[in-house]
């Protein structure tokens, strides 16, 4: 006896009890759903939620068009990357949090360094700590920078030519950069 061919489809209303025994019949489904007779409406109103969302596919796979496994696909709009957020001025996020680190390392390096040099003047406990605060700081400085020049070269094309020229394209202001582009230039911005 062979049998009968594998088919997908999506699923329709009438596939929901199927899909509800499948998810039970798992040793975390057992836990958490409830395949009864009747079937509770909850997992009807979840199907129809499903099945309305334009991100969310729910796919069966049938023999003898009886659903024997089920798979939900969902389309998560950041996958579909279309450019940065719309606002982002002259300085994004990221430039911004590590302007603010380098600020505070330094003068964290500044005042443990102080510490460091003149060790009598300071007791024990400060400058055990100091000697800590000013190793940890030097070690995340030192990664800082190493992932900076990571970003301002490889990571993303045309930012080194930008830091050597002192001045960046047209193209690539208005895509990393919109807010700022339409400042400087009155220009609208464009997604890409």
Not at 5 to 31: E, N, Y
Not at 58 to 66: G, H, T, Y
Not at 114 to 136: A, C, K, M, N, T
Request: hydrophobic residues 40%; proline residues 5%; charged residues 25%.
């Amino acid at each position: 006896m062979t049998d009968a061919p594998l088919s997908f489809r999506r699923a329709r209303p009438d596939d929901v009890t199927d899909i509800v025994r499948m998810l039970a019949d798992d040793p975390l489904g057992a836990q958490r759903e409830r395949h009864e007779t009747p079937l509770s409406e909850t997992y009807m109103r979840a199907f129809r939620a499903i099945d309305a969302d334009t991100n969310n596919e729910l796919i069966v796979a049938c023999r003898n068009d009886k659903a024997i496994g089920v798979l939900q696909l969902t389309f998560i709009p950041y996958l579909t990357y279309q450019g940065e957020d719309p606002e982002v001025g002259k300085y994004n996020g990221g430039q911004k949090i590590l302007f603010f680190a380098a600020s505070i390392g330094a003068l964290a390096l500044l005042l443990s360094g102080i510490v460091l040099w003149f060790p009598l003047s300071f007791g024990q406990g400060l400058r055990e700590v100091s000697w800590l605060l000013h190793d940890v700081t030097f070690i995340l400085f030192t990664a800082s920078i190493i992932g900076h020049i990571y970003l301002g070269t490889a990571s993303e094309p045309g930012t080194f030519s930008a830091m050597t020229r002192g001045a960046v394209s047209k193209r690539w202001a208005r895509f990393h950069h919109p807010r700022w582009y339409r400042e400087v230039t009155g220009e609208e911005s464009r997604r890409r």
